[in-house]
């Protein structure tokens, strides 16, 4: 059951961020099994600038293809519907959040890394335990924190509090933020997304990703990000506020299967991957802004 705090505090926002309209199409169209690809690159060129910025990250190192892709039909082909909407969707919303913001003790640039990062992580961990839509979990973790970010921007006094509280008193952002707000980023970034018609398993993960014990029937997508936000945090790339290791869930652990031989494996693909992936972060920033 939804925080009725929450729930109030979220509709006294008065522009509280929507999905672009494009985006949301393009969304319904990929759930779509009778969409075709042509209609779903129609969809997106509509967004001229979403589709440039598609392109661009589509011809990204991250995913390596050898040949120039030039048009969203061919881009649809040679990397499917299902990592073109990750970049529309991705594109379309971080492209609402400024990346420069106030907050001395939330560095938005370092909280893109750690979620990025954490997509990452969790879709080479889906690939292990064998999961076949990897790309969906690499949603999952690249959302699993959105809701920080809509602390951050809308009620940014109590969330600076919050990581105050959590520097001076050695607690987890979440426990800081349920003190403070009497509900936490899981629950935010959740409500939000399902605002957005997001698929529920991913909104699910979102919402338990600190606690995937609480969700039976999405136990297995939650512990993979619950996991990777775990483990990027051990690697240490990005920061998403706060410095007190949220607890890791021995059973999620458990489900992930990761030998400490695989762990170190993985860290090593990781690092070289997120350095391929920066398209996604700094899509419209000059190579000023490109700061490692
Ligand atoms: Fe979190
Ligand atoms: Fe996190």
């Not at 399902?194 to 999405?218: A, D």
Request: aromatic share 8%.
């Amino acid at each position: 059951m939804e925080n009725q705090e929450l729930i109030n505090r979220l509709s006294s926002i008065k522009s509280l961020p929507t999905l672009p309209v494009v985006a949301d199409n393009v969304i319904k169209l990929t759930q779509n099994p009778d969409s075709t690809a042509f209609e779903i690159a129609e969809a997106i060129s509509l967004d001229q600038s979403l589709a440039s910025k598609v392109l661009k990250t589509a011809n990204s190192a991250y995913y390596g293809f050898p040949r120039k892709i030039n048009t969203i039909n061919y881009a649809i082909v040679v990397l499917g519907l299902n990592n073109i909407k990750n970049i529309v969707l991705s594109t379309s919303i971080m492209g609402q959040f400024p990346k420069k913001n106030q907050n001395l003790l939330f560095d938005r640039k370092d909280f893109w890394k750690h979620s990025l990062l954490c997509g990452i992580i969790a879709k080479k961990i889906s690939e292990h335990v064998g999961i076949k839509n990897s790309e969906e979990m690499f949603m999952c973790g690249l959302l699993h924190d959105f809701g920080k970010l809509i602390l951050d921007t809308f009620f940014q006094e109590e969330f600076v509090c919050a990581l105050q509280m959590a520097e001076k008193n050695q607690l987890t952002v979440m426990e800081a933020e349920n003190r403070v707000f009497g509900f936490n980023h899981s629950g935010v970034g959740a409500l939000l997304l399902r605002k957005w018609s997001l698929p529920p398993s991913l909104v699910k993960s979102v919402e338990f990703h600190h606690n995937p014990e609480e969700t039976p029937n999405v136990f297995r997508t939650a512990s993979i990000v619950h996991v990777s936000d775990y483990l990027c945090r051990r690697i240490g790339i990005g920061n998403s506020g706060g410095t007190v290791l949220p607890e890791l869930n021995k059973k999620s652990f458990k489900l992930v299967d990761l030998t400490s031989d695989q762990i170190k494996e993985l860290t090593l693909q990781i690092k070289k991957e997120f350095k391929t992936a920066t398209e996604f972060l700094y899509e419209g920033e000059t190579d000023d802004d490109k700061t490692p």
